[in-house]
């Protein structure tokens, strides 16, 4: 066991078991030379030219007072609708399961089904809600369609401090309505993509609503990416080289994410898209699989451990011991003068210890704590091993060529 993502003292903790790959001594070798890659330097070069925006993001303050001002024109309301789908919500949505305020409300509208928007709409008082809009292009047919409808909904005569749009700086459907009410209109980075963009005002804002701290959240996704930038072999270099590693030669072409907490259950969203749309290219790439602990037991696990041996694993998980109510029953003995969080570290280890008697690789993260520092540091590991892994197997983590098309499609399919 080796320290991974040191944070102010705290530290997360890294367990690898990879007995469901034999090594023999030729059989270590591939491993070996995906270590010697020249993939870390690449990100460093990259990094020191200022070509990786979204993780230089984290080096910056200024730009929070911003938001924090814009913040404060929804500061009275009840309900924030945040529009926005992919990489334009899931980062700030990963970031509002920390929240726990009562008021206002964060809903993240992320698709276009009719029936959501109906009843979202049967429980809001629109003169006491507010409307986030997020594209970054600004053309993103559902969110205009998510936008028009919110606005059938709320008042003419008082519409204008109901609303703030992120788009970037360019001409845009989204900015030229947003200029036609006069709302207020945030940049939108243009060198930043969506599922990149958590670390931006596109995930911040969300997380100052939330009255989440914005300046810790960056600050752990700082320590981790110095650490990628100093040291010799750090810890997404690793992980990267040995997915590549597990999908070439020993055919893991599906990787678990499987968190033991329902405040992480977003995060395993939010990894699924930066993993899947970052890497499956060219006929490369891993499927990311989003699963949360305990609930998954019960339902995917008789598959990992007895159906086909194509997948590795990642378990994330806080310290749960001795967290929650404690059980003053003797009903059931054996529960007596135990935590829920005693009965959660349990499942996660057990689930842990199975799965590696079953030559699954697998991986644990243990997180001394969850809060915004973090949460940050974790969203900064996997972005950075990620980019790493594009490196790896020669594909541009940046763009999505594949999904333009049916963009394109459905425009058509919907004139028609």
């Keep these: 066991m080796q320290p991974i993502l040191p944070l102010k003292g705290k530290k997360m903790t890294y367990e690898q078991n990879l007995d469901g790959c034999h090594h023999s001594k030729n059989d270590k070798a591939p491993l070996h030379t995906f270590l010697q890659s020249n993939a870390l330097e ?151 993509g969506g599922r990149y963009s958590c670390f931006s005002v596109v995930g911040l804002l969300p997380a100052i609503l939330a009255e989440l701290n914005p300046y810790a959240i960056r600050e752990g996704a700082q320590t981790v990416l110095k650490q990628h930038i100093t040291n010799d072999l750090p810890p997404a270099f690793e992980a990267a080289a040995m997915a590549v590693y597990l999908e070439n030669h020993h055919k893991k072409t599906l990787s678990v994410m499987l968190p033991y907490a329902d405040q992480l259950d977003s995060f395993a969203l939010w990894y699924r898209q930066l993993w899947a749309e970052s890497l499956g290219k060219k006929e490369k790439g891993s499927t990311p699989i989003r699963a949360i602990g305990t609930v998954d037991q019960h339902s995917q696990l008789q598959l990992y451990l007895d159906g086909p041996k194509d997948k590795y694993f990642t378990i994330l998980t806080p310290q749960w011991q001795g967290r929650g109510e404690r059980i003053s029953s003797s009903l059931i003995p054996e529960l007596q003068n135990k935590t829920m969080g005693d009965l959660f570290a349990a499942e996660q280890r057990a689930t842990y210890e199975t799965l590696v008697r079953h030559q699954c690789p697998t991986r644990l993260i243990t997180l001394d704590t969850l809060n915004e520092s973090s949460l940050g540091a974790l969203m900064m590991h996997f972005m950075i091993e990620t980019i790493l892994t594009s490196y790896l197997i020669g594909v541009n983590a940046f763009d999505q060529p594949a999904v333009e098309e049916g963009k394109r499609l459905a425009r058509e399919f919907l004139a028609a």
């Excluded at 929070?64 to 334009?88: H, M, P, R, V, W």
């Design 42 to 192: 690449t990100f460093r070069e990259v990094y020191h030219k200022g070509q990786l925006a979204p993780l230089s993001l984290v080096d910056q303050q200024d730009d929070i007072k911003l938001y924090q001002s814009a913040a404060t024109q929804f500061e009275n309301f009840e309900d924030i609708l945040i529009l926005g789908t992919g990489g334009s919500s899931l980062g700030g949505k990963t970031f509002y399961a920390l929240a726990t305020q009562k008021r206002p409300r964060l809903h993240f509208i992320d698709n276009i089904d009719p029936y959501t928007f109906t009843k979202l709409f049967e429980i809001i008082n629109t003169k006491k809600a507010g409307v986030l809009v997020i594209s970054k292009s600004g053309s993103t047919i559902e969110t205009l369609f998510q936008l028009l409808i919110c606005l059938q909904h709320f008042e003419k005569q008082n519409i204008r401090n109901h609303f703030i749009v992120i788009t970037e700086p360019t001409p845009n459907p989204l900015r030229k309505i947003a200029a036609d009410y006069n709302w207020m209109c945030l940049d939108h980075p243009t060198n930043v």
